[in-house]
């Protein structure tokens, strides 16, 4: 069993840059691959960025080069690192854990955080 917690997202200006983190539950949070999708109204749930246990890391295309998946297993935490932020990236960011390989699907993702709201005012 694995626990998600993310403590925050936040309103930050087109142009700005924010960071979250997810802190994981567990001690084989080093076996586990994460991801960051997010969701806004009216739109379904999309991957963001995704990270294997050992490290490899796959983006979707309308945020390559802006953000930034990483993991620390020393703190069962993993970071998404938002850079250049535009309104179109307004939405609620949740983190996933699915065992070693990343996927595309939120479907194939076993646990979950709550979410966190992020907006990107213009």
């Known amino acids: 069993q694995v626990q998600l917690v993310e403590p925050g997202g936040g309103l930050v200006q087109a142009g700005g840059s924010l960071r979250l983190s997810c802190a994981a539950s567990?001690?084989?949070?080093?076996?586990?691959?994460m991801g960051w999708f997010r969701q806004a109204p009216g739109k379904q749930r999309e991957l963001v960025a995704a990270?294997?246990?050992?490290?490899?890391?796959n983006y979707a295309d309308s945020v390559k080069g802006r953000f930034t998946i990483s993991r620390d297993n020393a703190k069962n935490t993993v970071y998404l690192q938002m850079n250049s932020l535009k309104p179109e990236d307004t939405a609620v960011y949740y983190c996933a854990a699915r065992p070693i390989y990343y996927s595309g699907s939120a479907k194939d993702y076993d646990y979950w955080g709550q979410g966190t709201q992020v907006t990107v005012s213009s």
């Open positions: 990270i294997s246990s050992g490290g490899a890391t």
């Open positions: 567990g001690r084989t949070f080093r076996n586990y691959a």
